[in-house]
């Protein structure tokens, strides 16, 4: 069992930065891939970016590729999802969500998620 709490959304100009947290309970988080996703208003919730078990790889949407780093500190239990650049497009609700595969193709779909954190508001003006 895994709990995963997000942090670090806010309101924030076009062209800043934030950068949220996902701190996770339970023993076996450096064994689950860890994934962000986020959904606006009146849209699917769509995959931002993942990390393997390690942290020796990483995904990303083209929509935030070069934009957005995610990475991992498995001895914090904490995933990270740093955004630059941000744009009023880039708003919605965050989610933050782990996965027990090692099947990296499995990273970009939500149903595959084994948990879930209640996710974090971001907003970008323009």
């Known amino acids: 069992q895994v709990q995963l709490v997000e942090s670090g959304g806010g309101l924030v100009q076009a062209g800043g930065s934030l950068r949220l947290s996902c701190a996770a309970s339970?023993?076996?988080?450096?064994?689950?891939?860890m994934g962000w996703f986020r959904q606006a208003p009146g849209k699917e919730r769509e995959f931002v970016a993942a990390i393997s078990w390690s942290g020796g790889s990483t995904y990303y949407a083209d929509s935030v590729k070069g934009r957005f780093t995610i990475s991992r500190d498995n001895a914090k239990n904490t995933v990270y999802l740093q955004m630059n650049s941000l744009k009023p497009e880039d708003t919605a609700v965050y989610y933050c969500?782990?996965?027990?595969?090692?099947?990296?193709?499995?990273?970009?779909?939500?149903?595959?998620?084994?948990?879930w954190g209640q996710g974090t508001q971001v907003t970008v003006s323009s």
């Open positions: 969500a782990a996965i027990d595969s090692y099947y990296s193709d499995y990273y970009f779909h939500a149903a595959e998620y084994d948990y």
């Open positions: 339970g023993r076996t988080f450096s064994s689950y891939a």
